[in-house]
């Protein structure tokens, strides 16, 4: 069935390290989008790529789509302790109106 | 302008009974689509309606579903509960029926005992 996998499950940084959670899907995506979650709230929504090989920023964050629309990855550079939560990725598969969702991988900052 | 807003916060049901879980979206979305998230995981699909009509459905049995009302707001219906229905039930609102940024709300804490 459609997957998407994320890497690592769970990564510690010290304040000032980078940080980089990668995406991989089994089937080619419509779109690749990233979420937030900070401990005991709600998904929030960052940013959605849709070309081949699109890149954004957000500040420190950086969001890649792959050139196969297979992968993803988001970077933070220079963390700081208010990025730790747990960060999703989500491909959209066929028509648009599923999303699968990635495991997230959990991000600790130690000060 | 007020987010997507859920109720109720917190519900605890035991086993074989059923729970109605009420979502309303952003004002002017018209998609809402429902989650479910056990701890520790990622959220799971479950269903997306847009302009009242079922545009996507998970892979959860027949036991639960949905509808939207004529105002965009959706119930969550799950019969006959389970010990493994616990976990948190969250609902996404979004402008269109394709898969555009969603706008989580609060979500709704199930236990099942």
């Known amino acids: 069935g459609q997957q998407v996998m994320q890497i690592p499950q769970y990564q510690h940084v010290q304040e000032g390290e980078d940080f980089t959670t990668y995406c991989n899907s089994s089937t080619t995506l419509s779109n690749i989008q990233w979420y937030k979650q900070r401990p005991g709230g709600h998904p929030v929504f960052l940013i959605q790529l849709v070309k081949s090989g699109e890149v954004k920023k957000q500040k420190r964050l950086t969001f890649q789509f792959g050139e196969a629309k297979k992968n993803s990855s988001l970077h933070i550079t220079a963390t700081q302790t208010t990025d730790v939560g747990t960060y999703f990725c989500?491909?959209?598969?066929?028509?648009?109106?599923?999303?699968?969702w990635g495991l997230g991988t959990s991000l600790a900052v130690n000060p | 302008d007020a987010g997507v807003t859920q109720s109720p916060t917190h519900l605890i049901k035991t086993r074989g009974q059923h729970v109605t879980l009420r979502c309303s979206p952003i004002s002017g979305h018209k998609s809402v689509s429902w989650y479910q998230q056990v701890l520790g995981q990622g959220p799971q699909f479950i269903f997306q309606y847009y302009e009242k009509e079922e545009r996507g459905r998970g892979n959860f049995p027949d036991r639960f579903s949905a509808r939207q009302f004529p105002n965009y707001s959706s119930e969550l219906n799950v019969n006959a509960l389970l010990l493994g229905d616990s976990a948190l039930y969250l609902c996404?609102?979004?402008?269109?029926?394709?898969?555009?940024?969603?706008?989580f709300g609060p979500g709704t804490r199930l236990t099942v005992t």
């Open positions: 989500a491909g959209g598969v066929g028509n648009n109106r599923k999303l699968i």
């Open positions: 996404a609102s979004s402008l269109l029926g394709d898969s555009y940024e969603q706008y």
